[in-house]
């Protein structure tokens, strides 16, 4: 598991070029804030997450598979991840910014770019600090 990156994964770039290419500027990787956010939009108090189905549990995903082998660990494991993802988006709520979520398959497919930036120009102009996936 030390080989599995925590930034600068291949989803994420992908991510933070199209959103470059749409003129929006960013930060990435913000420590002072809980999570890390991928992505940190500053000015507009908005972070985005870009998860892994697999290590985030995306409900419903054909990439969200439990191994056959070890299940009890693997359980334990995949349930603090989502409970610290819980926390986290949270504690960024707590604190102003509104927290948008995207999906490895969503990156994938390419259709996070049918949404995402309505959702960010949508999250600007309300006062909601609700999560977004």
Known sequence: MASIRD????????VRKYL???RFRYRLHRHD????????????KLVIFVNGCYWHRHSGCRLAYTPKSNIEFWNAK???NVQRDIKN????????????VIWECEV?????KNWIIQ???N?????DNSEIT
């Open 7 to 14: 930034k600068d994964t291949k989803p994420e770039i992908q």
């Open 20 to 22: 470059f290419s749409q």
């Open 33 to 44: 804030l809980p999570g890390k956010p991928d992505i940190v939009m500053p000015g507009r």
């Open 78 to 80: 995949f349930d603090d």
């Open 89 to 100: 988006h949270k504690d960024l709520q707590a604190l102003g910014y509104r927290v948008i």
């Open 108 to 112: 994938r497919s390419g259709t996070y």
């Open 119 to 121: 959702r960010i120009m």
């Open 123 to 127: 999250k600007c102009q309300t006062s």
